[in-house]
């Protein structure tokens, strides 16, 4: 059974800093690429950053580049986003989400497995 379960979530003030962790297991294939994806009330669910498997294709939300730095550690199966310079805009439900294809894949419809999210909230 594939199991995501993001951790790191809550009330921050702008301009603060925060790492969100995405624990994995029971993946049929160790080598997925995995991303980060935000929904915000009332919005749909955004692409925020993604990783191929090996760490070293790596894309960005633009709104999210220089702030936002995706990576995993593939040995203990878990992947991080660490935010820098958070701003209210920021404020959503964090998901991670993982899938078999290739390369860092931004639509959500190229995801197969999801974890059940993690609130960010910024204060401003």
């Known amino acids: 059974q594939v199991q995501l379960v993001e951790s790191g979530g809550k009330l921050v003030q702008a301009g603060d800093s925060l790492r969100l962790s995405c624990a994995v297991s029971?993946?049929?294939?160790?080598?997925?690429?995995m991303g980060w994806f935000r929904q915000a009330p009332g919005n749909g669910r955004h692409f925020v950053a993604a990783?191929?498997?090996?760490?070293?294709?790596?894309d960005y939300e633009d709104s999210v580049k220089g702030r936002f730095t995706i990576w995993r550690d593939n040995a203990d199966n878990i992947l991080f986003l660490d935010m820098n310079n958070l701003k209210p805009e920021d404020t959503a439900v964090y998901y991670c989400?993982?899938?078999?294809?290739?390369?860092?894949?931004?639509?959500?419809?190229?995801?197969?497995?999801w974890g059940r999210g993690t609130q960010v909230t910024v204060s401003s």
């Open positions: 990783s191929d498997w090996s760490g070293l294709t790596i």
């Open positions: 029971g993946l049929p294939d160790r080598r997925t690429a």
């Open positions: 989400a993982a899938t078999t294809g290739l390369g860092a894949r931004t639509s959500p419809a190229d995801y197969d497995y």
